[in-house]
């Protein structure tokens, strides 16, 4: 029997994966069925790209539903405070400064299933997050990215 993937996510990721689910069963699931239906009758489905839009569409639904209730079904919460022994944990807010040049960035270290980078979420898997995992203030680290080597100091870890 395959061991099912453990997704780590914080009460707040659960929170807004619990939403976009309740969203796409209640909502989206019924426009998707209309959109069919309206389709349905331009008669010759053979050549109906409106069908097969919305059928794709239905398609990408309900894989988003069944992915969204595997990961709520597989969450691992994690709780930042807890965790916050003076080392940057997943869950944790961290800042620091780019060397040389000074440029400081932070980021909140969460589980993949609530990444986004737009709101300074970064994924534990990412290349940045995995180079300050484990590491505490004052530390300077090498962070292997894919645009080469990027060398920090970590100047504050906060729990989120």
């Not at 069919?36 to 059928?55: P, Q, T, V």
């Amino acid at each position: 029997m395959a061991t099912e993937k453990v997704f780590p996510m914080t009460l707040e990721g659960k929170a807004k994966l619990e939403n976009e689910l309740q969203e796409l069963k209640t909502v989206k699931r019924k426009e998707v069925v209309e959109r069919i239906k309206i389709a349905r009758s331009f008669g010759d489905l053979s050549e109906n790209s409106e069908y097969d839009s919305a059928k794709d569409e239905q398609a990408f639904v309900e894989g988003r539903i069944t992915t969204i209730e595997n990961m709520i079904r597989n969450a691992q919460i994690i709780d930042a405070a807890e965790a916050h022994n003076g080392l940057v944990t997943l869950g944790n807010t961290v800042t620091f400064i780019e060397l040389p040049d000074g440029e400081e960035e932070t980021y909140t270290i969460v589980g993949s299933a609530e990444a986004d980078p737009f709101e300074g979420k970064i994924s534990n898997d990412s290349p940045i997050a995995k180079g300050l995992l484990g590491h505490k203030e004052g530390e300077e680290v090498t962070i292997q990215t894919p645009a080469g080597d990027m060398n920090v100091k970590i100047e504050k870890i906060t729990a989120s």
